[in-house]
Nanobody, 121 residues
Framework: QVQLVESGGGLVQPGGSLRLSCAASGSIFSISAMGWYRQAPGKQRELVAT???????NYADSMRDRCTISRDNAKNTVYLQMNSLSPEDTAVYFCNADVRTSRYSARINYWGQGTQVTVSS
């Protein structure tokens, strides 16, 4: 079993910054892509950013200039630094990872339970 645990969410004022972290633990052989998605009230879950094991990054257009995704492969952890936040960024932010639990297993996609980010004055 694999668990993804997010942290770092909270209340921030418009224009502020937050750094989210997501640590994967459990029966992990390797992790390929890791990423962040978000879901605002009444909206579908959407991509924020993804990063492969070798560092290839993909950002949503709306976040490209305001966030930085990074990862520490040794710690099975992915980070999301978000700057210049606006109320439109208010959402639950979910961590995602493609995990192999053994050398011969298929990749399985896992989700964290999410961390709330609220941008409000």
């Amino acid at each position: 079993q694999v668990q993804l645990v997010e942290s770092g969410g909270g209340l921030v004022q418009p224009g502020g910054s937050l750094r989210l972290s997501c640590a994967a633990s459990g029966s992990i052989f390797s992790i390929s892509a890791m990423g962040w998605y978000r879901q605002a009230p009444g909206k579908q879950r959407e991509l924020v950013a993804t990063i492969t094991r070798d560092g290839r990054i993909n950002y949503a257009d709306s976040m490209r200039d305001r966030c930085t995704i990074s990862r520490d492969n040794a710690k099975n952890t992915v980070y999301l630094q978000m700057n210049s936040l606006s109320p439109e960024d208010t959402a639950v932010y979910f961590c995602n990872a493609d995990v192999r639990t053994s050398r011969y297993s298929a990749r399985i996609n896992y989700w964290g339970q999410g961390t709330q980010v609220t941008v409000s004055s």
